[in-house]
């Protein structure tokens, strides 16, 4: 059965989604493909799983930085997905990479000749575990801050709260990261 819960985050209101065993999902309320693929109906309530979350989230949002391996997650997603998801979670704190990097390392371990950018961007884009998997550490090649389903001034703020250097980073006049 799942549950869900919200978590009061400094960035907005976030919804908790898991079972007994995992965190499935974790969204800012409103972001693009909420609850998305999510069909069992969850039953507002909380359990240790969510306390944990709630209290990584807490750590995270006081400067902190806790271990997203200490959570027990489960994503639900292709297995490129979930592939991709899983690099997401080896970018250090305060670091970014580019969709084309991630696209060039994804290549190689699938023992591709290449792999497509805007293949990586979709699956980073349906990350289902907001924060923990730090999908806002993606930029674009050219510097641009785009792509983040939380929004733009979200992504922004994560990574100034996680210190990265943003010399060189910009919003986009227009394009996916301004829904």
């Known amino acids: 059965m799942l549950v869900q819960q919200t978590y009061h985050s400094p960035l907005g209101d976030m919804l908790l989604l898991g079972d007994e065993h995992a965190l499935r999902g974790a969204w800012f309320k409103g972001q693009k493909y909420f609850m998305a693929g999510i069909d069992e109906p969850a039953v507002c309530a909380s359990c240790d799983v969510l306390r944990q979350t709630a209290a990584w989230l807490d750590a995270y949002f006081a400067g902190k930085r806790p271990d997203p391996s200490a959570l027990s997650l489960d994503p639900h997603g292709t297995p490129f997905q979930r592939r991709i998801w899983t690099m997401l979670l080896q970018i250090p704190d305060g670091q970014t990479t580019t969709y084309g990097r ?78």
């Open 102 to 179: 991630l696209a060039e390392e994804a290549a190689q371990r699938m023992k591709q000749e290449r792999m497509s950018a805007q293949a990586v961007g979709g699956a980073v884009g349906h990350n289902e575990i907001s924060i923990i998997i730090p999908c806002h550490r993606v930029v674009g090649t050219n510097g641009s801050l785009t792509g983040y389903a939380g929004g733009i001034d979200k992504k922004r703020k994560l990574l100034e709260l996680e210190h990265t250097d943003m010399t060189g980073f910009f919003v986009p006049k227009k394009g996916t990261a301004l829904f």
